[in-house]
């Protein structure tokens, strides 16, 4: 009765949505997988751009004084505000829009088996809100004084003060763009975790959720228990930069030193706000790419609670030489070595998922097997940084920089190119080119090593970060340290080259590609039920949920997979 009336509804709803415009079918919509596009194809280009501002400053740092091409010349203002905007564009304009609020729109509602999110408006208005945020951070950039340069950290007194950052318009708009991009993210968030909590399809229990889903969950909770007291600073930072307060002005009473607490007490949650759903899109792909059941599934989703609990207790080991007490420090050095065990631990649930499995090396399978490398690669190097005694040394070096690349380029770039080549065929109902797929792999993977173990090298011979010209110091100058920065560069120009096919690839194969059917990976969630692409409200019939999400090879059964949605 209660399913019947659900679909009469739906199926009103259904008929209204025929015939709308372009507008309100595309730029308007309240459809969990309009929204999904929208936020991932934002990204994507935000993507691009953060890659081009890299290129440009890589190429000053390789040819240093010469005009870039298509950039022009490189003065020491434009190369801190392309720093910064590079590093705040791909957490806050990538990661962000395409892990969480792409992935997350896409997949919980098709993954619980429901026709959309509960909030459909507010998930419409979170995008509409992230896009302001994205077109004020660009009119940022065309500020007569240029766009913000002060990091993406935006430590004061040099973003507090014009005195000092030179860009005041660009500073405070850029304080108002992040302010906002935080307002769209708790919008889309409530959706995520109502939506998986309460929609889910008739028979599926907690323990029968993907993990991906689990992992956008406490991914979402995370940023929104983290969040708070930095949309407090940003307010705080904001009233010092216009209306002269001195919250973080020691001659006025404030303290520099406690927005460092603020944006760390964020910053460090904000890592594993997008580590989690990258680690789900990998937990999926590895489980169907092996005809494996996911090994230890509970004991996952404990270990990522634990870990999303543990990051908020880690922030100020980025604060070692901030002149904190070192009775802290060792807290925080003894916190952060305990943070590398549970998630070194899920890597081994992940290894051990993959042992005796039956592997197929398809596109997203390589993805997915290149986060697991390279993401060891971040996570073994964040242990030496997080001990206090050996951060003095490595602080603000440029081995700093290659670890967190080696956590973040495995995140907002691996794992999405997991993602994107998995769900592809159910997205646009088409297949990708596996040829061209595994040629885009191997041309961003080898480049990608080769532009960031330079990095490791030279910052252990002391590079400091964010310097614009190192001919300005002798021993930084030396031919053995420049020709390590050339080849980092060569290897990015090589691996932006790389991202065409990519392009090509996906363009192509959207409109061109053989055709896909519902389930072509064989794969057991819900979503695979579903036509593809799916239509609007997902399907005609909503789907009941049997059992678990990754009954794979099960010993006594014809076939090597067994669906959520089938019956016994
Ligand atoms: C496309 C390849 C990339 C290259 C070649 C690259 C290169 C660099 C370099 C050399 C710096 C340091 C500049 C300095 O401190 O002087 C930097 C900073 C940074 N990068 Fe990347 N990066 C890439 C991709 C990414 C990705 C995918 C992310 C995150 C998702 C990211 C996040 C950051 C952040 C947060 C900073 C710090 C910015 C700051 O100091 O304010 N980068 N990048
Ligand atoms: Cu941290």
């Known amino acids: 009765m209660a399913s019947h009336a659900i679909e009469a509804a739906h199926g009103a709803g259904h008929a209204a949505h025929h015939g709308e415009s372009f507008f309100r079918k595309y730029l308007w919509s309240t459809d969990h997988k309009t929204i999904a596009f929208q936020y991932m194809f934002t990204g994507m280009a935000m993507a691009l751009l953060g890659a081009f501002f890299a290129y440009v400053f890589r190429m000053q740092l390789a040819f240093p004084g010469n005009a870039v091409p298509f950039f022009g010349h490189v003065s020491p203002g434009k190369y801190n505000a392309l720093v910064t905007n590079h590093g705040s564009i791909m957490i806050f304009w ?3 829009p395409v892990l969480i609020a792409g992935f997350g729109n896409y997949l919980i509602p098709l993954m619980c088996g429901c026709d959309d999110m509960v909030f459909p408006r507010i998930n419409r208005l979170s995008y509409q809100v992230f896009l302001l945020s994205a077109l004020v951070l660009l009119a940022s ?3 007569p004084d240029g766009g913000f340069g002060g990091a993406w950290t935006a430590y004061p007194p040099l973003s507090a003060s014009a005195k000092y950052n030179l860009t005041p318009q660009g500073a405070s708009m850029w304080v108002i763009a992040v302010a906002l991009e935080f307002v769209a993210f708790l919008l889309g968030g409530i959706n995520f975790i109502v939506t998986a909590m309460n929609a889910r399809a008739p028979g599926m229990k907690a323990f029968d959720v993907p993990l991906v889903v689990w992992m956008i969950v406490v991914a979402t909770l995370l940023f929104m228990a983290s969040v708070g007291p930095l949309i407090a600073g940003a307010v705080m930072l904001l009233f010092d930069q216009l209306l002269g307060t001195g919250f973080f002005n020691p001659t006025r009473g404030g303290d520099p030193i406690l927005w460092q607490h603020l ?11 997008v580590l989690l759903p990258a680690m789900g899109i990998v937990a999926e792909v590895i489980t169907v790419f092996s005809r494996k059941k996911m090994f230890a599934y509970k004991t996952v989703i404990y270990t990522v609670i634990a870990t999303g609990i543990l ?5 100020a080991h980025h604060q070692f030489v901030a002149g904190i007490d070192p009775r802290m420090a060792n807290v925080f050095t003894v916190t952060t070595v305990l943070i590398s065990i549970p998630i070194a631990e899920m890597c081994f649930l992940y290894i051990a998922t993959l042992y005796g499995g039956s592997i197929r090396f398809a596109t997203p399978m390589l993805w997915a097997l290149g986060f697991l490398a390279e993401f060891l690669i971040g996570g073994a190097t964040g242990i ?3 001990a206090s005694g050996a951060d003095i040394f490595f602080h603000d070096t440029y081995f700093v920089i290659a670890h967190f690349h080696y956590t973040f380029f495995p995140i907002a770039i691996i794992a ?3 993602g994107i080549t998995f769900w592809f065929p159910k997205m646009f109902g088409r297949m990708m080119n596996e040829t061209l797929g595994k040629i885009h792999f191997w041309g961003t993977i080898i480049p990608f090593n080769f532009i960031f173990i330079p990095m490791f090298m ?3 011979n002391g590079e400091h970060r964010r310097i614009y010209d190192y001919t300005h110091f002798p021993e930084l100058a030396t031919p053995a340290m420049q020709a390590l920065r050339t080849t980092s560069t060569i290897a990015l120009v090589v691996m932006l080259l790389f991202q065409f096919i990519f392009i090509y690839n996906f363009l192509v194969s959207m409109r061109r590609g053989r055709k896909a059917g519902a389930n072509p990976w064989k794969s057991n969630t819900l979503e695979w039920s579903a036509e593809s ?3 609007h409200g997902n399907w005609a019939e909503l789907p009941v949920c049997h059992r678990g999400p990754y009954e794979y090879s099960v010993p006594g059964r014809e076939k090597d997979y067994w669906p959520q949605h089938e019956k016994a």
């Open 141 to 143: 950039l065309f500020m």
């Open 458 to 460: 030279v910052g252990l």
């Open 416 to 418: 999405v190119f997991a």
């Open 533 to 535: 692409p799916p239509p």
């Open 94 to 96: 990538v990661a962000m």
């Open 263 to 273: 944006f760390w007490f964020f910053g460090h949650p904000e890592v594993y706000v």
């Open 311 to 315: 990051s908020f207790f880690v922030w």
């Open 384 to 386: 030496y940084l997080g």
